[in-house]
């Protein structure tokens, strides 16, 4: 069965110091995986998705970016935090082929910019 | 443009009776259409899909919902509501075309069920 990781789950950054969150997918290959930013817990923004190794598409202009390393390996990062980014930020993957693929979500990590 | 509306931020519903939790859509072509449920600081989970054929869609947790081209609607329903339900629910929409990867997702309802 596939499993996705998301770590940490929680973390407290000062403004102005880089970030860096890691998710990772077992149990299956070549997934399209996503990064969303949720606010005060409600609506989902879709930050950036992935369809392949170095394959990265930004949804909107802001403070992050995203790399994919290895082929179920995505990572979110900054390299200066704003008070802005503070956040619930989930990492999901669905499979590479089918538009009616569901996402699968990671447990999220729990930003806090100070 | 796409996007999905819950037009309810909030639903309370008594234990045992039947909860509805509202889903409108506006897409181009055919809509793939999803619901997931949030509980406090943990992920999404995927509850069913409507992809094509039947318009009523059984999910998990007991959990159904019906999709209604005419009204562009996708309810959320279940028959018998239990206190272990409340939580946070997402609507989402999917375009039906090449290369759109991403979900658009409502601004969620949050569903009370009381003992």
């Known amino acids: 069965s596939q499993t996705i990781h998301q770590w940490p789950a929680t973390l407290v950054q000062p403004v102005g110091s880089p970030l860096s969150l890691e998710c990772t997918v077992e149990?299956?290959?070549?997934?399209?995986l996503y990064w969303y930013r949720q606010a005060a817990g409600r609506g989902l923004q879709l930050l950036f998705y992935?369809?392949?190794?170095?394959?990265i598409s930004s949804e909107v202009p802001q403070n992050l970016s995203a790399s994919r390393p290895q082929d179920r390996q995505f990572i979110l990062s900054s390299k200066k935090l704003l008070l802005s980014d503070s956040g619930f930020y989930l990492c999901?993957?669905?499979?590479?082929?089918?538009?009616?693929?569901?996402?699968?979500f990671g447990p999220g990590t729990r930003l806090t910019v100070l | 443009a796409q996007s999905v509306a819950q037009p309810e931020d909030q639903v309370n519903v008594a234990e045992g009776n039947p909860l509805t939790v509202k889903c409108t859509y506006s897409v181009s072509g055919n809509p793939y259409l999803f619901w997931y449920v949030q509980y406090p600081n943990r992920g999404l989970q995927f509850l069913l899909k409507y992809i094509t054929g039947d318009n009523l869609v059984k999910g998990s947790y007991g959990f159904e919902a019906e999709f209604n081209k005419s009204q562009t609607s996708f309810h959320l329903k279940k028959p018998s509501a239990l206190v272990s339900d409340s939580a946070l629910y997402f609507c989402a929409v999917r375009p039906y075309q090449t290369g759109a990867n991403n979900l658009f997702f409502g601004t969620g309802t949050r569903l009370t069920v009381i003992p």
């Open positions: 992935s369809v392949g190794i170095g394959q």
């Open positions: 149990g299956t290959s070549n997934p399209n």
């Open positions: 999901a993957w669905s499979r590479f082929r089918g538009q009616g693929a569901e996402q699968f």
